[in-house]
């Protein structure tokens, strides 16, 4: 087992003990792709669609695609696990490049849940006069999820909450001025997390004591926005007293064995409703719970990320097969403004085929991976000008080597702009993607690129993210 938890002198042993043949299977996480096997046979990579696998630090690596590679070079099988494959993955089945192995039974046996929408639109519509009375609790839990909740409870099954978001509520906007508390150092709202009374930055972490009035108009008419775990916590223990809710986020799981803690009480029935961020959707395997709620299914959909489709329905379709796992069946309710958008069509039926299909169609024009590969350059600075210029040069730079070399024709260059999020932790980040369906193309004009590119003025960095899991 290689894991970041070894010292340097146990990590030393494993891998002598590995490369001597003296121990033959290593597991861990992203970097034990690189683990010295003697004769190594197989590479499984379990969930290979997972973000993770992508180290978004220098030296940057998606260890799904060294694993392909090692295996190749190693005359060693590679086999790609998952429900939701990655589109690259399954666009390299298409090609003929994978094999592809179905397994159309559910582990256990059992078949997977019915699942229903729930049309938020319309709860928004009977609710109107509670919601401008501030209380709408009513779209947090909608009447049909309340129900069904209240039928496991009386039956002591258990139900799973789902809201990709943590804290209480991702920013708290006055009524009178339309101020929003930013963080000081990103160009973010500050999240309130209203049991530490603090408002934190979910970038930089800076965080400051939260008020109850408007910092720039001293009105105490605050609204509080973009629901996060916390408050839906706290609005599950309203609607049902006394019934057993545990959250599980990063903010209730930072202690060493928090994360155990809290499933080891789901696991003795000591939960009744299980309560939390996508952390929730993985790998749990809980025969009594038998009911899934998806708070609000929209949260990852509108990020300026062309993968945010995907993310989304690979999180809906995980979250979904932890209910009825067991002989008692189960059911999934997803709430949702956009019950009609295939990535909610699709999570419906669990018809993964059916949404790699009309997401393929969508990666074409314009061509996003996997039709093309994308490499994002991004220069950040504390002076927001002078990244600016530094981005203008480099796309100068690699505007002339395209056309030194007489690749201008296959290589595309978008951008440059401010990077969506545009500040972050006081730099200023500006970027702008190269993509090309030519790796070697990219791979020409990229090189000289980090090799001979010269920044101008202090403190500017270049980062070249081939692959990029995020465009943030
Ligand atoms: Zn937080
Ligand atoms: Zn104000
Ligand atoms: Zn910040």
Known sequence: MLHSGLSEGERFDAWRQLKTGERRVAVGARSVVFAPVKNLGVIVVDEEHDATYKQNEAPRYQARDVATVRAIKEGAICILGSATPSLESWHNREKGKFHYIGLPDRVGGGSLPPVHTVDL???????????????????????????????????????????????????????????VENCTKCSISLTYHRNRGQMVCHHCGQSKKALARCSSCSSSDLSFKGMGTEQVERIVNETFPGVRVARMDLDT??????????????????????????????????PRVTLVGVINADVGMHLPDFRSSERTFQLLSQVAGRAGRGSLGGEVFIQTFLPEHYVLQAALKHDYMGFARKEMSQRQNPAYPPFVRLVNVVINSPDNECAADNIEMATR???????????????GVVGPAPCPIEKIHDRWRWHFLVRSASVSALNQLIGPLTKEFKTKGRDVRLIVDRDPSSLL
């Not at 809201?163 to 339309?178: A, D, H, I, K, T």
């Not at 799981?253 to 029935?269: F, N, P």
């Not at 730079?397 to 290589?411: C, H, P, Q, Y």
Request: one cysteine or more; glycine letters at 12%; hydrophobic letters at 35%.
């Open 253 to 286: 799981t930072s202690g060493k064995w928090s994360h155990q803690e809290i499933l080891g009480r789901v696991e003795r029935g000591e939960v009744d409703i299980l309560l939390g961020t996508q952390m929730i959707s993985k790998g749990l395997d809980f």
């Open 121 to 179: 639109r319309k709860e928004l519509q009977n609710n109107k006069s509670s919601i401008k009375s501030g209380d709408d609790a009513s779209m947090v839990l909608s009447p049909v999820l309340k129900e069904a909740m209240g039928v496991r409870i009386a039956r002591r099954e258990q139900t799973l909450l789902l809201l990709n978001r943590r804290g209480y509520s991702s920013f708290v906007q006055c009524r009178s001025c339309g101020g």
């Open 397 to 411: 730079f690699l505007d002339l080597a395209k056309k030194r070399m007489n690749i201008g024709g296959e290589v």
